[in-house]
Nanobody, 129 residues
Framework: QVRLAESGGGSVQAGGSLRLSCAVS????????FAWFRQAPGKEREGIAG????????YYHDSVKGRFTISQDNAKNTLYLQMNSLKPEDTAMYYC??????????????????????WGQGTQVTVSS
């Protein structure tokens, strides 16, 4: 069982930055893969960043490449999402997700919600223009 708890959301103006954190219980150093998803009202949940192998492998959605950075601190059992140059279209509920069951599928399916069995409760990010 993996428990996840996000924090760090809030309201910022366009161009600003936020760092989201996801505290991870029952942490598996090598075998767990993680991702950040977001969901805006009326839209599907979309994967925006994924990480595995303690940061050795990362993936990003095109919409956030160059602006967002996913990372993990194994000593703190924490996943992060550094978000810079925020835009109003980044406004959404942000979720962290984790799983360990099929790491070899991660590369092809990191952005799919069905890849993950463990989810946090979400943290709201609102970007005003």
């Amino acid at each position: 069982q993996v428990r996840l708890a996000e924090s760090g959301g809030g309201s910022v103006q366009a161009g600003g930055s936020l760092r989201l954190s996801c505290a991870v219980s029952s942490y598996g150093y090598y075998s767990t893969y993680f991702a950040w998803f977001r969901q805006a009202p009326g839209k599907e949940r979309e994967g925006i960043a994924g990480i595995w192998n303690s940061g050795g492998i990362t993936y990003y959605h095109d919409s956030v490449k160059g602006r967002f950075t996913i990372s993990q601190d194994n000593a703190k059992n924490t996943l992060y999402l550094q978000m810079n140059s925020l835009k109003p279209e980044d406004t959404a509920m942000y979720y962290c997700a984790a799983d360990r069951s099929d790491p070899h599928s991660f590369g092809a399916a990191w952005y799919l919600p069905s890849t993950y069995n463990y989810w946090g409760q979400g943290t709201q990010v609102t970007v005003s223009s």
